[in-house]
């Protein structure tokens, strides 16, 4: 089975900056849409940045806009997701997922159903 690896999760203060990564095998990214989404402790899952197949469209929560920053890297077969300026409210397990659906034309989806493909999350934890 298809996996999305992430990596870069940790615990950091309000404030400061951490950037996650999530590979994909090359058949799998070259096609995909890739999107991020948290869960809090006690909460739902929900969307938090996705880019199109093509890398030129970008969506985001209204939380997070202007922190943080989704980009893809097709020679390298990785999205990120650089976070800046994070509050105690960004702790959650952070899953990255890719719709395969995506043709070059497709705009980014913040639909969760639409991907078919998850990472097996990685914890974020922001302290006060």
């Known amino acids: 089975q298809v996996q999305l690896k992430e990596s870069g999760g940790g615990l950091v203060q309000a404030g400061e900056s951490l950037r996650l990564a999530c590979a994909a095998p090359?058949?799998?990214?070259?096609?995909?849409?890739m999107g991020w989404f948290r869960q809090a402790p006690g909460k739902e899952r929900e969307f938090v940045a996705a880019?199109?197949?093509?890398?030129?469209?970008?969506k985001y929560t209204d939380s997070v806009k202007g922190r943080f920053t989704i980009s893809r890297d097709n020679a390298k077969n990785t999205a990120y997701l650089q976070m800046n300026s994070l509050k105690p409210e960004d702790t959650a397990v952070y899953y990255c997922a890719a719709d395969t659906s995506q043709i070059l034309t497709s705009p980014p989806t913040t639909d969760s159903t639409s991907y078919e493909l998850w990472g097996q999350g990685s914890q974020l934890t922001v302290s006060s």
């Open positions: 090359g058949r799998v990214f070259t096609r995909a849409g």
């Open positions: 880019i199109s197949r093509s890398g030129r469209n970008t």
